[in-house]
């Protein structure tokens, strides 16, 4: 097998890198056109716009970055994690545009929370003139893209978390920290979040970039006068005109070009802020003499060297604290706290979901009654009627992830290290390149393929988008695995494909199967390519809820948003049983 | 300046003035000559063709109708019609331009039937993306209203010139809850009196969403002062001197707007939702029958009433077209005709169904047929029509657009 290695990777690598250059190059080249680009720098609105989608972006990144560490943070020193980790997959399986409606009937002038004040305590009888949706700052954006990607940067932190290598190691740095006398929090924040955080570049920065050029959800929540570059990008690719069209490939690549930047600009400074958080500067201690990575490698009980009595007490108060959260079945004082911030997010999607199951059975509703005038389940039956469309989405979405997950274990099992950590950006382009853009190369390699209107075009552009996500879903996990289980396997004999079938792929369960519900999820919710690719001959759940959502009906919207929302749900609930953890007793020492 | 640049960077308004100037005189007596095949040839060579159908499909009748046109034609020519569902008629005009740089030849495309109207066709035709003229060979065309409605022969001002079927009318109208606003305002002028005194609670949607720009445009055919130019190709000269009591208009109504006419509404829909929330007062529909649509499906208080100014709203019609690389044509004008048939659209005007007004003469159909159109007006329906007044020439659409663009947004 082993002579065979470099080859097949280099026919994998092939597989995937061919056609996603093709994507790119041709998306790329629709650049190349300067009176596009004239006509875009002619234009009133896109310098304003372009400074709307970049202030959402940054905010909503910066926010669900803090939020997620928080949380984080809370949950590993409070030992909770896993606890925390329960209500992810429903949080994720939301669509973005089900959030962001649900979300704007929440905090609409004639919504819920008003309707809830109104008018025995605010005296209103009409909706007040506030701007707090689709307002002008952009904080309706904001605050639903942070909601909608701190579980999405969660979920990837924990996917790092779970693998055994680095949990136990970060577990026992934490520990080690704690008897050098910083509190647990402290220690987090020293030790083990500068590990973490940068094994998170492309999980943030896809964020960023979703954030930069994310349509849907600017559609219903973000600015309208004017909106965000993307949406205008989106509006210009839709028009008739081919100049037009032109112009908005132009915006596109705007856009383009200010994920690039702003992704170095992180890179930058996460390099500084990693440099500082190494040098140690903590309250407890002074900035290490000899050894620049303390964090690693610390000068092991620096109080008991010097001999103060305080530093003893302290280093005795740590190591007691040390052992205590050793104990597994005590839950963290910390617990609490994460439950709170958790508990928020958890009540935020929670009153969201009421809002569009609500909504998705409302008639006749003025402002300021509290409950419909008129309940009808119209739109269910509209729902009902093209359930169909369930076994397109189904069946794509199935093939797409199981084509993707076999092409990234083999990628990640026979490539060479450095020839993966090489070729990540070019398999994570998908991922950074905005949607607007990306469709129009995809469409392009698939006319000159003669694929449109074909179901293999479909499967291969629903592949091509969905690899990405598994492949950085999976990754963590797949080359974490303890090396010393081969070892193990070879010296009693078994060959490679045993020790694959009977000990590595049973033991990566988890992973495998939580990687394939996110390649299925991500397919489920592609609206761009479906559409193109499938030259509109196969309507999935997504494209209809998106067509019918043209005629901004809350309740069809709804409904749809239901349906989108389930069929995720459904994925990372069998993902959850197959991956669900063997139970052992552990005898107790 | 040989460069290819200038060619790119030429407008489409441009284009469209080659192409209005070419199509108004040549083409007319060119597709008149064009021998039709029988049409019995033509059912004979649909029998069993699939017809990828794109159309619009934010509707639920609408798509719910399509679903039985397809039982019909199914049933009774073998046809079977596919509803490719689309949100917006300009990707389907985007991908069959974009087959066509792609090299493909005619009976290659993905798109057999496409329902479009004004900008959309225009473009098409402009782009040479639609094949031969076919509507004169379809036998029900002989009933379609061409004097009364001389819409179904000019799309916003462009010829048909034959290479696209009418389908229905629409007619700018706008409703409202009648105990919210008991007197309805007959005028812009009017509108822009209620705007002053109810602030907040009158918008309309954003251009170029196609609402809005028809709201735009109902303003410019009450105030400006040359009509006649709006009815012609759009040129940079007429421009400043035909708009300007439009803008004066806005200016003059946008502070009294919702969110004082900083912010507006993305499309039609939203402002619907708004109307029935209490939000905004007025909402503004292109189907007549719209209000009573969403009174029965219980979307809007049976109190809704619709109307159209006294003195007319703009009106147009919308098409069926078949573009140039379509692989079932035969089927497509199969489609096209059935769609035309009294049935249909005595199906298309039923309130129950879909509730849009015919493009047909009911003066030339038999009684019995006739019979089928008759209903007594339901709560929300429009009660006294308005003359529909003519789209202005579709050339003004982007110029007018860019510049609502540039001064409001």
Redesign the interface.
Known sequence: MNNLRLPAALALLLLAALPLLATAALALGALF???AW?ALWQD??WQRALTYSIWTGLASTALAWWGAAALLAQGFVGQSLNRLLRGLPVMLATPHAAFAIGLAFLI???GWLLRAASPWLTGFE??P?W?TT?D?WGLGLIAALTAKEIPFLLWTAATQLQRDDLRQRWRAEHALAQTLGYSPQRAYWRVVWPQLAPRLFWPLLAVLAYGLTVVDMA?VIG????PTLAVLAW?WL??????I?AQGAAAGGVLAIVVLVSALGWRALQAVATHRARLGNGERGHEPKRSPTPSVRPEPFDELRTGSVEGLKRTRASIVRWLRQAQPERRGLGGTKTAFGFWLLAALYAAVLLTLAIGSIA?????PALWP??L?T?AWH?VW?SRSTLSTTLVLALAAAVLALAWCVAWLELAPRHWDTAMRPLLNLPLVLPAVLWVVGL??VA??LRL??QWSGLLLAHTAMVLPYVLLALSPAYLGFDPRYQALSASLGHGRWRFLLRVKWPLLRRALSASAAVGFAVSVAQYLPT??IG???F?SVT??A???????????TSAYAGLQFLLPVLAFGIAAWVGRPRRFKVATT | MTTP?PT??L??RHLLLAAGAATGSALPPAWAQTAAPAWTDIEKAARGQTV?F?A?????QI??YIQWAAGELLATHGVKL?H????????????V???KA?GRKAGEG??DLIWING??FA??KRDGLLGAPFTQTLPNFAYVDTTGKPTTLNDFSVPTDGLESPWGMAQLTFFADSQRLPQPPQSTAELLALARKQP??ISYP?P?AFHGTTFIKQVLLEHTRDAAALARPFTPEAFAGVTAPLWAYLDALHPHL??GG?????????I???V????LLIALTFNPNDAANEIV?????ATTTSWQFAKGTVGNTHFVAIPYNAQARAGAMVVANFLLSPKAQARKADIAHWGDPTVLDLARLPAAERAAFAAAPLPGQVKQTAPALPEPHASWV?PLEKEW??R??
């Open positions: 056109d300067a009176s004239h009133p609105q609409a002038p004639s009409f909706p003139p701007p689709q002008p559609l600015p309208a006068s004017p509006q839709q028009d008739a005109d081919l100049a069209n008639g006749v509703w003025p402002f005038e008129a009808t119209q509209s009627s469409y392009r006319l000159w449109e209107g559409l193109y030259a509109g001959r309507s494209t209809e998106v067509t019918l959502a043209a005629g901004a009906q809350r309740s069809l | 640049a790119l960077a407008t489409r990828y794109n619009w499909a934010g509707s639920e798509n719910a596919e490719v569902k689309v949100s917006d008629a300009a990707d389907v005009v985007k991908r331009r974009a087959e792609a993905t798109v900008e959309n473009a098409m907040g609670r954003r170029p919702w969110r900083k912010q507006f509404p993305a499309n039609a829909g939203a619907r939702q708004m029935s929330d209490g939000e499906a219980k979307r809007l208080p982007e663009t540039r409001y947004s």
